[in-house]
């Protein structure tokens, strides 16, 4: 998997996530980790749970809003984190996304609750090549 780093300097109320993959859907998969360890100590959260996602769009960028967006309204909607992520991407534009989840469900008296995301933003929102593979910036409100 990829790795992530939390940019102090990007945005002050927001959590700005610049992640790195060997290629998009590594992206997409360490992405969905990043905002799981944003959200909760994964190391306290019951397993178990499982869900398949797919999505489209026409660019990457708007792909990976899409996706981290999915993964904050299941946060809302079920109480469902998921800190891992097996992710395929196909296509030139329109781009798809067919991603199995795997997580659990939040437990008031196990799970280690951090920042609560409300959403992503499309400030500094991007998904592009980098010297050593694939590059995201994304920024979630928190």
């Known amino acids: 998997m990829g790795c992530y780093h ?4 990007i945005a002050l ?3 700005a996530l610049e992640i790195e993959g060997r290629d998009p859907a590594d992206v ?3 992405a969905a980790a990043a905002l799981a360890d944003l959200m909760v100590d994964p190391a306290t959260l019951p397993g178990g749970v499982t869900r398949d996602v797919t999505l489209a769009a026409s660019a990457l960028d708007l792909l990976l809003y899409d996706f981290l967006a999915e ?5 809302d ?9 097996r992710v395929r991407i196909g296509g030139d534009g329109p781009f798809t996304l067919a991603a199995t989840l795997a997580g659990g469900v939040i437990d008031p008296a196990r799970t280690a609750l951090r920042a609560d ?6 400030h ?3 998904v592009e090549p ?13």
């Open 77 to 85: 909607r079920d109480l469902e984190v998921f800190p891992t992520a």
């Open 71 to 75: 993964l904050i309204f299941r946060k």
């Open 28 to 30: 997409f998969a360490t």
């Open 130 to 142: 980098a010297a050593a593979g694939w590059r995201a910036r994304v920024v979630i409100d928190v």
């Open 13 to 15: 109320a927001d959590c």
């Open 124 to 126: 500094e929102l991007r």
């Open 6 to 9: 939390v940019l102090d300097d």
């Open 117 to 122: 995301a409300k959403a992503v933003t499309m």
